[in-house]
T-cell receptor, first 114, second 113 residues
């Protein structure tokens, strides 16, 4: 059964720093991988979606990479801002059409200090 | 605006009192699903639906029911809620085959006393 692990579980850095969040998964037979952001009391917002055939995706200050063979993904946040404070979740959809839904990691709780 | 809506957002109930959490999407998505989120366990899928009248169990279906009579709606039914169903529930939807991102509702926080 697919397992998704996120490291670190929590991270606190000063504003302006570049940072990397890590995600690993045990079964490389994935359809895609998504990074989500979750704010307290709110739902999940999709940040980046990487198809299994892709190596990376970029959106503004965010860059996500995927190394399917090694079962790893990273989310790079450039020039962090206090508004980036949130929990970041990594999720994989396994091959076969995704009927089984997404398997989530437990998240990285990020705090950006002003 | 493309969105997934859930109601209610917050609910306190007592053991055994049937309740329904509604979910609706306005994006004509075929695929809809329910997740629960618990501290230390993350998000886990409860049920999913690939289209109208097609539903199936996820990882943690015990104690829950769903129905998909219309494409836009996917209610979650707790026939006899128990305290271990206290959780944060999310509904999600997407187009089929996983090529598109999944859109999540704002969540329903349920407390069963």
């Amino acid at each position: 059964k697919q397992e998704v692990t996120q490291i670190p579980a929590a991270l606190s850095v000063p504003e302006g720093e570049n940072l990397v969040l890590n995600c690993s998964f045990t079964d490389s037979a994935i359809y895609n991988l998504q990074w989500f952001r979750q704010d307290p009391g709110k739902g999940l917002t999709s940040l980046l979606l990487i198809q299994s055939s892709q190596r990376e995706q970029t959106s503004g200050r965010l860059n996500a990479s995927l190394d399917k063979s090694s079962g790893r993904s990273t989310l790079y946040i450039a020039a962090s801002q206090p508004g980036d404070s949130a929990t970041y979740l990594c999720a994989v959809m396994e091959s076969g059409g995704g009927a089984d839904g997404l398997t989530f990691g437990k998240g990285t709780h990020l705090i950006i200090q002003p | 605006e493309a969105q997934v809506t859930q109601n209610p957002r917050y609910l306190i109930t007592v053991t055994g009192k049937k309740l329904t959490v509604t979910c609706s999407q306005n994006m004509n998505h075929e695929y809809m699903s329910w997740y629960r989120q618990d501290p230390g366990l993350g998000l886990r899928q409860i049920y999913y639906s690939m289209n109208v009248e097609v539903t199936d169990k996820g990882d943690v279906p015990e104690g829950y029911k769903v129905s998909r009579k219309e494409k836009r709606n996917f209610p979650l039914i707790l026939e006899s809620p128990s305290p271990n169903q206290t959780s944060l529930y999310f509904c999600a939807s997407s187009f089929w085959q996983g090529e598109e991102t999944q859109y999540f509702g704002p969540g329903t926080r349920l407390l069963v006393l």
